[in-house]
């Protein structure tokens, strides 16, 4: 159901130009879409025609958000190399397909976790990064924490490296088959303290998980 979920997503920001605010993801490329089968879902439903407005479309979403200059949103994680600024996302030309390396690419897939320091990425592109990388890209850009989603969490988010970082996961069963909750996130006026609250899955018409899905190695 993943074209109903954008036309509502869509609809929001229509109906809500100054509230609504949508960042992209490591799925929304031509590549993931292919895979995962967002391009085979749009095609079935509408055509090859639309498919190719949604590649448009996903190329102008924003990569970040920053919430009240202190909390910094996106969807995978911080960065390979130090020394990256708020200014240089800004400068970032994110009208593209995703390279596999560079800020877009790590604003897109990287992944904390518990060490200090960086790792290759277990998903290939992007990094692992720890604690004191966390700590030392909030100082000095003035945020206090960062808020990113990009894996399923049992219960829908996660706290990492002592508030610095949190996962946010909102779809709950992921794939209709990984039995965790989904989650979201309020954030209210000064007080910037994250509140979480879970939930669980819903009944759906039954559809098949990636029904619509191409494979690895025939995906082009």
Same mark, same amino acid.
């Given at each position: ?25 490591? @799925? ?16 079935? !439903? ?33 960065? !390979? ?30 992944? &904390?976790? &518990?060490l200090d320091g960086?790792? &290759? ?24 924490y960062v808020v ?11 706290? @990492? @490296? ?18 965790? !909750? ?21 009944? @759906? &018409? ?15």
């Open positions: 159901f993943s074209v109903e979920t954008i036309f509502t997503m869509f609809a929001y920001k229509l109906l809500l130009p100054g509230h609504f605010f949508m960042s992209r993801g490591n @799925h929304e490329s031509d590549v993931m879409n292919k895979m995962y089968g967002f391009e085979g879902e749009v095609k079935k !439903k509408f055509n090859p025609q639309m498919s190719e407005l949604f590649t448009e479309l996903f190329n102008y979403l924003p990569l970040c958000h920053l919430i009240n200059r202190k909390v910094f949103v996106c969807h995978g994680g911080l960065f !390979k190399n130090d020394g990256v600024t708020l200014e240089d996302i800004k400068k970032t030309d994110r009208v593209r397909q995703p390279p596999d390396d560079g800020i877009m690419c790590d604003l897109l897939w990287s992944d &904390p976790y &518990p960086r790792a &290759p990425s277990k998903r290939g592109v992007g990094c692992q990064f720890g604690p004191d990388v966390s700590d030392a890209w909030c100082r000095a850009n003035g945020v206090e990113r989603s990009h894996e399923v969490k049992p219960e829908g988010w996660e706290e @990492h @490296h002592n508030g610095r970082v949190y996962t946010v996961f909102s779809a709950p069963n992921y794939c209709d088959q990984m039995g965790n !909750k989904g989650a979201f996130i309020t954030i209210r006026g000064d007080n910037i303290k994250p509140r979480f609250t879970s939930f669980e899955e819903v009944a @759906h &018409p039954t559809v098949p998980p990636m029904a619509y899905a191409s494979s690895f190695f025939n995906f082009m």
